[in-house]
C-alpha cells in the first residue's frame, strides 16, 4: 500500500497545495451561486469572464508553450492553430476537423523544417 | 455514458492525461498519488502546474500559490452550469459531487448537452458524464504512467498543442450571444499584452477585463 502511494507526506502535500486551492473554488462557486437565475444578466457577465480566462489559458499555452511544445517554432504554433480554426469553420464548426487539421499542419510544419 | 463516447473532447483529455501521467512518472511521483490527484483535483492545467512546480523543488505554498491562481477560472464556471442542473426543489448538497466534477470539458459539454436532458434528470446525466470522464482519465493517468519511458518529443509537443485546440474551437461552438464571441477573442487578444506585465496572475486580469468588456458591449446593445 505505501509503495503504490508514496509516503503519507507526499499525500498531504497533494492535498494541500493541489486538492484544497483547487476545490475551494468549486465550492465558492456553489455556495455564492446559489442563488442565480438561469438567465439573468449577471449569468451573461460571469460566463464572459469564464470565456475571457478560458481565452487566456488558450493563449498563454500558444504564447508561453511548456514542454515539448517550447521545441515548435512559435509562427508553427500560430499556423496549426489557424488552419484548425479554417477547418472548424469551413465544415460548419465540426470540432473533429478542427482539431485533426491543426495536428496535421503542425506535423506536416514540423516535417519540413525537418 | 454514450455521450462520454460521443465527444472529441473525450479524445483530447485522455491524450492531455496521458501526458499527465508520464509526467508525474519522470518526476518521481508515484503512482497512487498521480492517481489520487486526477481523481481529486481533477482539472489538467492545475496537475500539470502541481506535479511540474513541485518536481523542480518549489515549495508547498509557492505550488499552492500557482495551483490557486490556475483554478480562479472554476468558480465563474460553477456558477454558470449550476442554474442549468437546478430545479427549485434541489438542495445544495445533492449538487456538490456535480460541483466537483465541473472542469473545463464538463462546462463545454453541459451547454452542449444539458439543453436535451429533461431538467429533473439533469444532476444524474452530470454524475454519469463526470464518472465516465474521469474513468477514462484514470485509465490514461496509468496508462501514460506506464509508458513514459521515452515518449518521442514530436509525440509530446502533439499533445500539449491538443489542449488550446480543443478548448478554442469548442468554447467557439457553444458561444451563443455576442458577448460569449467578444469575450473569446478579446481574451485571446488581451493575454498576450497583459502578460508583459509578469504580475503572477495575468489570466485572471486579463480574463475579467476581456469578460467585462465583453458583457458592457451586449448591455450597451441592449439598450439600443
Known amino acids: 500500500m505505501s509503495d503504490f502511494f508514496g509516503d503519507w507526506n507526499a499525500l498531504l502535500v497533494l492535498l494541500l497545495a493541489g486538492f484544497l486551492p483547487n476545490e475551494v473554488w468549486r465550492m465558492i462557486g456553489l455556495w455564492l451561486g446559489g442563488g442565480v437565475d438561469e438567465g439573468s444578466e449577471v449569468l451573461v457577465w460571469v460566463r464572459a469572464v469564464a470565456t475571457a480566462i478560458l481565452a487566456g ?3 498563454q499555452i500558444l504564447v508561453q508553450p511548456p514542454g515539448a511544445l517550447a521545441s515548435v517554432p512559435d509562427w508553427l504554433r500560430y499556423a496549426a492553430v489557424a488552419a484548425g480554426f479554417a477547418a472548424f469553420l469551413v465544415t460548419r464548426r465540426s470540432t473533429l476537423a478542427g482539431v485533426v487539421c491543426g495536428e496535421l499542419a503542425m506535423l506536416a510544419g514540423k516535417w519540413w523544417i525537418g | 455514458m454514450r455521450s462520454v463516447t460521443s465527444t472529441v473532447l473525450t479524445l483530447v483529455l485522455f491524450a492531455t492525461y496521458l501526458g499527465i501521467g508520464a509526467l508525474a512518472h519522470d518526476s518521481h511521483f508515484s503512482l497512487g498519488w498521480v492517481l489520487a490527484s486526477t481523481l481529486f483535483v481533477w482539472a489538467g492545467p492545475a496537475q500539470i502546474i502541481l506535479i511540474s512546480t513541485l518536481g523542480s523543488g518549489a515549495t508547498v505554498v509557492q505550488a499552492a500559490i500557482a495551483v490557486t491562481v490556475s483554478a480562479i477560472r472554476l468558480f465563474p464556471m460553477v ?45 444524474a446525466f452530470t454524475h454519469g458524464l463526470g464518472c465516465g470522464l474521469l474513468s477514462v482519465c484514470l485509465f490514461a493517468t496509468m496508462l501514460g504512467y506506464g509508458l513514459a519511458a521515452n515518449l518521442p518529443q514530436l509525440f509530446g509537443a502533439a499533445i500539449l498543442l491538443l489542449t488550446p485546440l480543443a478548448f478554442l474551437l469548442s468554447t467557439a461552438r457553444n458561444c451563443r450571444q455576442l458577448a460569449d464571441v467578444l469575450a473569446l477573442v478579446l481574451g485571446l487578444a488581451l493575454f498576450p499584452l497583459i502578460s508583459m506585465l509578469h504580475t503572477g496572475v495575468d489570466i485572471l486580469i486579463s480574463g475579467v477585463s476581456a469578460g467585462t468588456v465583453a458583457y458592457a458591449v451586449h448591455w450597451w446593445r441592449e439598450q439600443e
Open chain 1, 57 to 59: 489559458v488558450i493563449a
Open chain 2, 79 to 123: 456558477v454558470s452550469v449550476l442554474p442549468m442542473l437546478r430545479t427549485p426543489q434541489t438542495k445544495r448538497r445533492q449538487l456538490v459531487l456535480a460541483t466537483h466534477f465541473i472542469a473545463v470539458t464538463l462546462w463545454v459539454e453541459c451547454f452542449r448537452l444539458l439543453p436535451q436532458v429533461p431538467r429533473e434528470h439533469r444532476i
